[in-house]
């Protein structure tokens, strides 16, 4: 049987940033941000930042403009989901690596 302070012990999880690991190899998705749609950017006030609180990996900064870490962003698509404007967007990532390897190639 739990004692009396055992009762008073509640579950308590610190975010910790990259959770998932490196991502930027295998994350299928990138968001997007449209900062013309963001409410931080528009208001230029603090405010909002849904995407910061819900994303499950710490990998939204909080800020005008709001930044992604996309080497740790494992692309689940929460931030977009939970953006009350919309200015976030799911691509695939395939477009955003082939285009990464052209200009590679081009300066090579
Ligand atoms: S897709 Fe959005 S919610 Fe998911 S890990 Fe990346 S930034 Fe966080
Ligand atoms: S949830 Fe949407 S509007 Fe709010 S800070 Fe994030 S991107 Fe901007």
Redesign the pocket.
């Known amino acids: 049987m739990a004692s009396k302070k055992d009762q008073f012990i509640s579950a308590c999880a610190t975010l910790a940033k990259g959770e998932a690991g490196n991502t930027g190899e295998w994350r299928a998705k990138r968001p997007i941000?449209d900062l013309s749609?963001?409410?931080?950017?528009k208001k230029q006030k603090d405010t909002?930042?849904?995407?910061?609180l819900y994303c499950p990996d710490g990998t939204?900064k909080r800020g005008i403009p709001?930044e992604i870490d996309l080497q740790y962003c494992k692309g689940c698509g929460v931030?977009a989901q939970?953006?009350?404007?919309k200015?976030?967007r799911m691509e695939v990532e395939e477009q955003f690596v082939l285009s990464e390897c052209v200009i590679q190639e081009e300066v090579e």
């Open positions: 941000i749609k963001c409410t931080p950017c909002c930042y849904l995407c910061w939204v709001i931030c939970v953006c009350p404007t200015a976030i």
